[in-house]
């Protein structure tokens, strides 16, 4: 699972989790990772500690120690950092490209701007703070 192709699949409930999270914190960016192990994908919510938490997101840096150790000791695969706007853009904002450090993972934005129609942003952030689209797809679980 990489996102060379620039294209991702995210598991629908994953997509799910991310859009619960970001509808139960309208007032607040919310923000955490995603793993995956060979078949399935994790989501792992972190506290927005910054200070305009409305409009950014800093992930608490105690928690982010523990969630890489936990990712880790799964013995799973970090893919993805996402975050959520209350305002319902999901361009990354000039302070999300800036801040940026991770420049090898998916940069997911969530939108529930939209009357809680889940809406997902996907892009790479490279370090000379160039942004490319990611195109994401639904992973589909099982045949039916
Ligand atoms: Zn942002």
Excluded: W
Excluded at 45 to 52: G, R
Excluded at 99 to 120: A, D, E, R, T
């Amino acid at each position: 699972m990489s996102v060379s192709s620039r294209l991702f699949n995210i598991a629908p409930n994953i997509a799910n989790q991310l859009l619960t999270y970001a509808l139960d914190s309208p007032e607040q960016e919310v923000c955490g990772l995603i793993s995956c192990d060979n078949d399935r994908q994790f989501c792992y919510p972190i506290s927005n500690v910054a200070l305009s938490p409305a409009t950014q997101f800093e992930m608490d840096p105690a928690q982010l120690i523990y969630t890489f150790k936990q990712i880790r000791e799964r013995k799973q695969t970090l893919l993805a950092i996402y975050h959520s706007h209350p305002d319902g853009s999901i361009q990354p904002s000039i302070t999300d490209i800036q801040q940026h450090q991770y420049h090898k993972l998916l940069y997911l934005i969530i939108s529930s701007g939209n009357q809680g129609v889940l809406n997902l942003g996907g892009y790479i952030i490279n370090e000379d703070h160039t942004v490319e689209p990611v195109t994401l797809t639904a992973l589909k679980q099982e045949s039916s």
